[in-house]
């Protein structure tokens, strides 16, 4: 039976997600919510609209694969979700997400692509960028 899965690209003022169904493996940007208190109500909605199964969350190392200050917040907030949701927390490592995105960003612009049009569209990018990578992997 395929399930619905849910990648998330945290970030201080946005967090981007992005959705994939198990049986089709394929990642796509679903949307970009502000990181305020909105943010766990608009989720929740989210969560039970798709029936989702479980949360892929990207976890910033830098190159060397050490953590930082941004990776704290981000296991802080895998807590959250875990206590908010019970559902299953994987993380997946997310150097040069961000940079691909800005990447396909830039090339669907070039392209004249609608949904290029707003930079935020970036953050779901990352998301679906950091999905499909757990989907390629397992």
Same mark, same amino acid.
């Given at each position: 039976?395929?399930?619905?899965?849910?990648?998330?690209?945290?970030?201080?003022?946005?967090?981007?997600?992005?959705?994939?169904?198990?049986?089709?493996?394929?990642?796509?940007?679903?949307?970009?919510?502000?990181?305020?208190? /909105? =943010?766990?109500?608009?989720?929740?909605?989210?969560?039970?609209?798709?029936?989702? *199964? &479980?949360? !892929?969350?990207?976890?910033?190392?830098?190159?060397?694969?050490?953590?930082?200050?941004?990776?704290?917040?981000?296991?802080?907030?895998?807590?959250?979700?875990?206590?908010?949701?019970?559902?299953?927390?994987?993380?997946?490592?997310?150097?040069?997400?961000?940079?691909?995105?800005?990447? /396909? =960003?830039?090339?669907?612009?070039?392209?004249?692509?609608?949904?290029?049009?707003? *930079? &935020?569209? !970036?953050?779901?990018?990352?998301?679906?960028?950091?999905?499909?990578?757990?989907?390629?992997?397992?």
């Amino acid at each position: 039976m395929p399930e619905y899965v849910l990648g998330i690209d945290f970030g201080t003022k946005r967090i981007g997600l992005a959705v994939a169904q198990t049986l089709t493996r394929q990642a796509n940007p679903l949307k970009v919510l502000n990181n305020n208190q /909105q =943010f766990w109500q608009e989720l929740q909605q989210i969560i039970a609209e798709w029936q989702i *199964k &479980q949360l !892929i969350v990207g976890l910033p190392l830098d190159m060397d694969g050490e953590e930082q200050e941004v990776t704290r917040q981000v296991k802080n907030f895998g807590k959250k979700l875990k206590h908010q949701f019970d559902l299953p927390i994987i993380y997946v490592d997310e150097r040069l997400s961000s940079f691909e995105a800005e990447r /396909q =960003f830039q090339l669907q612009r070039a392209a004249g692509a609608s949904k290029a049009k707003n *930079k &935020q569209n !970036i953050d779901a990018m990352a998301a679906q960028i950091i999905l499909q990578s757990w989907l390629d992997y397992h």
